[in-house]
């Protein structure tokens, strides 16, 4: 269905840049506020399609806000979708925050990648972002310094450049993917030890 949608509203002979804030209960109207505000001053020489995904739990106001100013040519808004991953997978551009879930859709299925942590409360997105920047598979832009200007430079730059740095790294095996089975491994292990101590004991 999401393949479907990304066809029905996507020139394949245009690059595509994915925009997500996540599950948007944060940042998202900086992040995407900033991205329309870039598709209205350029949209006389765009040179890309851009899908918003702004996040289920975007509030309701900013929510309804940015639906509303998403109305250009070479945009798509989508309130809800089941998963981003369909569209990352498609992207030739992925911008988006650093939270958990969203960094591990990135690492699977995206090719380029501009990551906008959330530092509000934590710090933990920012470390995720910048590690993932110090290895070269990322490219990292504070929330300080986010301008309709700066994202057009950053944007242009990425999908000028050939590389594709989270393809590379996957087909080197770089990272994996195997977490939640060696999760269950490690469980497993635990049991039978206590298994045996408490029959090597009665």
């Not at 996040?55 to 940015?66: E, I, K, N, Q, W």
């Not at 369909?86 to 859709?105: I, K």
């Not at 999908?159 to 993917?177: G, I, N």
């Amino acid at each position: 269905e999401a393949d479907t949608e990304i066809e029905a509203h996507h020139d394949p002979r245009r690059p595509l840049v994915a925009v997500t804030a996540g599950g948007g209960d944060g940042a998202v109207d900086l992040i995407v506020g900033a991205t329309l505000d870039m598709l209205d001053e350029h949209a006389a020489d765009l040179p890309f399609d851009t899908v918003i995904l702004p996040g289920p739990l975007a509030p309701t106001a900013v929510m309804d806000d940015l639906k509303q100013r998403a109305n250009g040519p070479h945009v798509t808004f989508h309130e809800f979708v089941p998963s981003t991953s369909p569209f990352m997978r498609a992207a030739d551009l992925v911008v988006c925050t650093g939270g958990y879930n969203t960094t591990v859709q990135l690492l699977r299925n995206g090719r380029r990648a501009l990551m906008i942590p959330r530092v509000m409360h934590r710090s933990e997105q920012l470390l995720r972002a910048t590690r993932l920047d110090d290895l070269g598979l990322v490219e990292i832009l504070l929330p300080d310094a986010v301008t309709p200007e700066r994202l057009w430079s950053c944007l242009t730059t990425q999908l000028a450049r050939l590389e594709e740095p989270l393809t590379a790294a996957r087909a080197e095996e770089r990272f994996s993917f195997e977490g939640a089975q060696n999760l269950a491994d490690f469980c497993a292990e635990i049991i039978a030890a206590r298994h045996h101590s408490r029959e090597a004991t009665s």
